[in-house]
């Protein structure tokens, strides 16, 4: 079955010689696999900055005195 599904494919893929175009997928790979390293490259680097922006809220919630109930005209306002 696996065989009939892959042979379906590469005959629809024939170039008008009938032989498939091997030269252009692998081109159009080798493109493929450079966009995709591009990309990984912005992802990690945006990973990385959402990591310092997290270390960063952390240490300022760390930081920051402990605050008391927020009051509103003197009355405690109900949760």
């Known amino acids: 079955m696996l ?8 005959n629809k893929h024939r170039n008008a010689e009938g032989k498939i175009p091997l030269a252009a997928w692998i081109k159009e790979r080798d493109k493929l696999m450079a966009e995709k390293k591009e990309i990984s490259k912005s992802t990690m680097s945006l990973s990385e900055r959402l990591r ?3 270390r960063i809220r952390k240490r ?12 509103d005209n003197g009355w405690e306002m109900e949760h």
């Open 60 to 71: 300022a919630r760390e930081s920051m005195p402990k605050q008391q109930p927020r009051r």
């Open 52 to 54: 310092q922006i997290d």
């Open 3 to 10: 065989f009939k599904s892959a042979n379906s494919y590469l």
